[in-house]
């Protein structure tokens, strides 16, 4: 059995252990606020622009664009994006999870992250290549992404582009989503994209009549401004989504670490009692010792 010095020892351990997952605790709900603030800004901007592209796309033949151009082949550029640190529960291991079900023996990637980059170049996945971006994520920081992946595509170096990414949903929810970048499907052009589901709620169809009702001129031609729209519109789904991954890995670390703390406070509690309850023994081993001294000496 452990002595009361044992016991005092670890009651200080685990204190300071609580201390640091308090605080990294705090530190995720405040970088997980800015995320998700980061996200909102976007999203009038998202639906002005996915309004523009559904009259647009009317207008134009949807095979006149390469960027739209459906191909026969199943050669994949999957870019996978994670996390740079850990702690933050099952986040990387369940968009492994989704990255393995949706890879086919042509698939090769980019990363995002260096959690999975790591996993990947363990089991010896062809990396094509790697982007660091900082915490917060600047709009800037999305535009190399969305250029090396359209040039890859454009250049016919894959037939598919796909971003896997964890989908913010709630503090308490986050999900592993897999989207198809490019060729851009003409039918889902017009997909909402904000950190309530990226890729999940498409515009209606009263939205849809709202858009079209509005009597839009193109110049020089509808075809010239899809040109400019669609690298726009790539550049702004990439940074969408690294947004969507911080905020779900920011949740998902503040979430661990409350457990963490919450874990240490309830160690403490036991420590304590187990403490208290040794302690009393000592001090009622020690008034029966010297109780029997006293009677010894009658």
Do not use: W
Not at 67 to 90: F, N, P, Y
Not at 135 to 141: G, I, K, L, Q
Not at 258 to 281: C, E, F, G, H, V
């Amino acid at each position: 059995m452990a002595n009361l010095r044992d016991i005092r020892r670890r009651i200080k351990s685990v204190k300071n252990t609580a201390q640091i997952t308090r605080a990294m605790q705090l530190v995720a709900a405040a970088k997980m606020k800015k995320a998700q603030d980061q996200a909102l800004a976007g999203r009038e901007y998202a639906d002005q622009l996915n309004q523009v592209l559904v009259n647009l796309k009317e207008n134009v033949d949807e095979e006149s664009h390469p960027l739209l151009e459906k191909r026969e082949g199943e050669k994949t550029l999957t870019l996978v994006i994670s996390t740079d640190k850990g702690l933050c529960g099952g986040l990387n291991t369940n968009l492994l999870k989704l990255v393995r079900r949706e890879e086919n023996e042509t698939t090769t990637y980019a990363t995002v992250g260096k959690k999975l980059r790591i996993q990947l170049e363990k089991t010896g996945d062809p990396i094509k290549a790697d982007f660091p971006v900082e915490d917060p994520v600047a709009f800037s920081e999305a535009r190399p992404i969305a250029k090396f992946l359209t040039d890859e595509f454009l250049e016919g170096n894959y037939d598919k582009i796909k971003v896997c990414f964890t989908n913010f949903v709630s503090t308490l929810v986050q999900e592993p989503y897999c989207s198809q970048l490019l060729p851009i499907e003409a039918d889902k052009l017009a997909e909402k994209r904000d950190y309530e589901g990226v890729g999940k709620d498409e515009i209606t169809d009263t939205d849809h009549s709202s858009a079209m009702s509005k009597d839009y001129e193109f110049e020089p031609s509808p075809e010239v401004v899809l040109d400019t729209l669609l690298p726009q519109y790539l550049n702004f789904q990439i940074y969408q989504m690294i947004l969507e991954a911080r905020a779900s890995e920011h949740s998902a670390r503040m979430v661990s670490m409350k457990s963490a703390t919450d874990n240490a406070n309830n160690m403490i509690d036991d420590l304590t009692l187990d403490y208290n309850k040794l302690r009393q023994a000592a001090i009622t081993a020690e008034l029966l010792e010297i109780t029997t001294a006293m009677k010894a000496m009658e």
